[in-house]
């Protein structure tokens, strides 16, 4: 008995050790200062433009063979804001409108257990997307301007609040501050890879763990807004004027060029597919790109 007892603690102490490490992401660091295009670069070709009932869309989130756009309508939500989310097909096709009454300037989506959660100024919605019906506004406390959400792989949601510069952690519908940093300033999207959480911010992405320690992850020259990780850890970046990144291996590659009148922002990838949609904010549109071999190949 007093072996089996030596054993759970000797296993409870190495559990609460490896928990606070700091691990690595096997996604190289990287440093990045000036862009540089690979001359293998082949970009992304432009599948489809979407037009239809978007109003100042500003965030995409996919879901099986669905896509929801949130229209933010006014970017800060005043009170008498009225945006809205709508559900289209993979392409864009719209296809209805949400029945979430209530939602002011509503950005980033993600989707957990059948549930989709929408980051609308101060509180989180959490949407039933099989009973079409809205089942909670979870208030966020002290959040000003929430931008994104994302979830780890533990179940837990992390709101970025962009005029804060916090990052709020949601578990069991219940908000509360996760870290705290000047570092933080203008946060807007967020990816999870592999352990970590990545935030796009004025000229960074910053890496957060799990226990909310920050570090600078890459710097970049432009302020990120939108970012996805792919399968590979590469991250795909938006810095909301119309251009779209891709940063990886030291390199910060142009992927889709910023037109007049047309923003880049809260993107959403399918990896397998190669399939970027990219919500155009002013241009009242969503555009669907299927990417190629968009990375150096380091042989």
């Known amino acids: 008995m007093k072996y089996v007892f030596n054993v759970l603690i000797a296993f409870v102490v190495i559990w609460i050790v490896w928990s606070v490490i700091d691990h690595e992401p096997k996604t190289a660091s990287v440093e990045v200062s ?13 599948a489809k433009t979407c037009k239809e009932r978007f109003q100042k869309p ?40 949400l029945r979430i009454a209530g939602l002011r300037s509503p950005k980033g989506m993600t989707v957990k257990d059948g549930y989709l959660y929408i980051a609308d100024v101060n509180s989180i919605a959490k949407y039933d997307i099989d009973g079409d019906s809205l089942v909670t506004m979870i208030p966020v406390e002290g959040a000003q301007n929430l931008a994104d959400i994302e ?13 804060g510069a916090k990052i709020f952690c949601i578990k069991n519908d219940t908000a509360r501050l996760f870290v705290a940093d ?33 570090r600078i992850f890459a710097n970049v020259v432009y302020p990120v807004y939108g970012i996805c990780a792919d399968d590979e850890g590469n991250f795909i970046t938006t810095d909301f004027s119309g251009n779209v990144y891709v940063v990886s291996s030291g390199k910060q590659q142009l992927l889709v060029k910023k037109r007049q ?6 993107i959403g990838y399918i990896p397998e597919q190669k399939l970027l949609a990219v919500p155009t904010y002013a241009n009242n549109s969503i555009e669907i790109y299927e990417i190629g071999r968009y990375l150096q190949q380091n042989k």
């Open 34 to 46: 000036t862009m540089a295009e690979a001359k293998d670069f082949d970009g992304a070709r432009i």
């Open 58 to 97: 500003v965030s995409v989130e996919f879901c099986n063979d669905e896509m929801f756009v949130s229209n933010a309508m006014s970017y800060t939500g005043n009170a008498d804001s009225a945006g809205f989310v709508c559900r289209t097909t993979l392409y864009g096709e719209f296809v209805d409108t």
């Open 151 to 163: 979830k780890d792989h533990a179940g837990r949601l992390f709101a970025s609040d962009a005029q």
């Open 182 to 214: 000047t570092l933080l300033r203008n946060v807007s999207g967020l990816s999870y890879y592999k352990g970590y959480i990545f935030a796009g911010v004025k000229n960074h992405i910053m890496r957060i763990d799990s226990v909310g320690k920050t």
């Open 261 to 266: 009148g047309i923003n880049a922002a809260g």
